[in-house]
C-alpha cells in the first residue's frame, strides 16, 4: 500500500471534472493504496465558479438581472455538489496557494482533466514544482493540456517540471506525443480516469430514474441549438431532455424544442440521466465518455473547435469518429450503423496497466 496524494480538478460545479476526480480516487483505494485529495483551491478558482458576474459593463448588470431567478438552483446545485465532494473524497486542508501544498506522500499523482493547461500562475503546482525526497515518485495520468499547438516558449516553461516525474502519461495523443518529442521519454496516450470503473460501478451510484418516458438526453455545455436539432432527427417517440451548462437555459428561445430541463442535478442525477437514456446527444468530453462506458448511441457535437482534441482523440482511437458532428446539412440518423464499443476494452487495461506499473516501480 502506498500514500497517495492525488492532484487534480476535484472542487469545480462541473460534472465532468467531478467524476473524473471521483473514479480515479475510487480505483486507487480499489487496489489497496491510501488516497488523499490534495485540497487546493487557489481564490481565483473559486471565484471562476461564482454565480454573478463582475460588474464591468451595463450588459453584465443586466445579465446578472436576468439570472437572479434562477440562484436557488444555482445554491442547490452546488450544495450537492459539495456534499458529494465531502462524502466520498478524503480532503487534506484547503490550501490557496502552491507555496502552501504539502507533497508529503510515497506518490503524488497528478490527473487528470485539464491540468496541464497553465494558463494561469496557480496551476504549476500541478506539475508538481517540489524537490523530491528519496523514493518518493512524481506520476500524471491522463492530465491534458487543453491544447493540441505547443510552442518554444510553452515548452520553455514547463521542460524542467515534466522531466522530473517518474511516469508520464497524457489523455490526448497529440499531448502524448510532444511530451515524448521534449522529454525523450515513450509517454503514452491513456484513458480518462471515468474508465477505470465499469458500468456497474458507475450504476451503482445513480440516482433513481428521473425520467419515466423513453428520452434523448442532451448535456449541453457550449453547444446550444445544435444539439436540440440533432435531437430532433434522431426521430419521434422520444423526450427530449436537458442538462444544460447555461443557468437560464429554460427560459431562451434558442432552447425550444426541449421536453425539460433538469436543474440542480446532483453528481447521482448525472449519472442516472446517462444511464437511462436512450439517445445521449452532447458537446461534452465527459458526456462522451459515459456515452461509451453505458454503450449509449450517441453523438458527439463539436461546439467549441479548440477543445475537439479531446473527443477526437478519444473517438479515434476506437474507430467510432463518425460520431463526431460538425456539421448537421445532410445528417440522416439512418446512415449510422450502431456503435461498436469493443475497442474500448483493451484501452482500458493498457491504461490500468500504466497506472499500475507507475505505482509499483514497474516498467509500463
Known amino acids: 500500500m502506498k500514500r497517495i496524494g492525488l492532484l487534480t ?4 460545479i462541473n460534472y465532468g471534472a467531478v467524476i473524473q476526480a471521483y473514479a480515479l480516487d475510487r480505483y486507487l483505494k480499489g ?7 490534495i485540497n487546493y483551491m487557489p481564490e481565483r478558482h473559486l471565484k471562476s465558479y461564482n454565480y454573478y458576474r463582475k460588474v464591468t459593463s451595463f450588459k453584465r448588470i443586466i445579465h446578472n438581472v436576468v439570472n437572479t431567478p434562477f440562484l436557488p438552483h444555482y445554491l442547490k446545485k452546488r450544495d450537492r455538489f459539495r456534499s458529494f465532494q465531502q462524502k ?7 490550501f490557496k496557494v502552491y507555496e502552501e501544498v504539502l507533497f508529503d506522500y510515497d506518490v503524488v499523482l497528478t490527473g487528470s482533466d485539464q491540468v496541464f493547461n497553465i494558463n494561469r500562475e496557480e496551476r504549476k ?3 508538481q514544482p517540489f524537490t523530491k525526497r528519496p523514493n518518493q515518485k512524481k506520476v500524471a495520468y491522463a492530465p491534458s493540456f487543453g491544447i493540441s499547438k505547443f510552442d518554444d516558449e510553452f515548452t520553455a516553461k514547463i521542460i524542467d517540471w515534466v522531466n522530473d516525474f517518474d511516469a508520464l502519461s497524457c489523455r490526448e495523443r497529440s499531448g502524448a506525443e510532444y511530451l515524448s518529442r521534449i522529454t525523450g521519454k515513450d509517454v503514452p496516450d491513456v484513458l480518462d480516469p471515468v474508465f477505470l470503473l465499469s458500468k ?6 445513480s440516482s433513481e430514474r428521473l425520467v419515466d418516458e423513453k428520452y434523448i438526453f442532451i448535456y449541453d455545455l457550449n453547444g446550444k441549438k445544435p444539439l436540440i436539432d440533432i435531437a430532433r432527427k434522431i426521430g419521434k417517440g422520444y423526450k427530449i431532455v436537458m442538462l444544460s451548462n447555461d443557468p437560464i437555459a429554460k427560459i431562451r428561445w434558442s432552447y425550444r424544442g426541449v421536453d ?12 442516472s440521466l446517462m444511464l437511462n437514456a436512450d439517445y445521449v446527444v452532447t458537446d461534452s468530453f465527459h458526456g462522451t465518455a459515459m456515452s461509451i462506458i453505458f454503450k449509449k448511441e450517441f453523438f458527439s457535437y463539436i461546439a467549441l473547435r479548440a477543445g475537439a482534441s479531446r473527443i477526437e482523440s478519444l473517438l479515434g482511437n476506437i474507430s467510432l469518429e463518425q460520431r463526431i458532428i460538425e456539421d448537421l446539412e ?4 439512418e446512415k449510422f450503423d450502431l456503435c461498436d ?3 474500448i476494452h483493451p484501452l482500458i487495461i493498457q491504461s490500468k496497466q500504466f497506472l499500475d506499473s507507475a505505482l509499483n516501480n514497474e516498467e509500463y
Open 125 to 127: 503546482v500541478y506539475f
Open 341 to 343: 464499443f469493443t475497442l
Open 88 to 94: 466520498h473524497f478524503s480532503l487534506t486542508e484547503r
Open 200 to 205: 456497474e460501478e458507475w450504476a451503482s451510484m
Open 330 to 333: 445532410g445528417f440522416d440518423i
Open 260 to 271: 425539460r430541463f433538469i436543474q440542480s442535478a446532483s453528481v447521482e442525477d448525472f449519472i
Open 9 to 12: 480538478f476535484h472542487f469545480p
Open 31 to 37: 487496489i489497496g493504496h491510501q488516497v488523499e485529495v
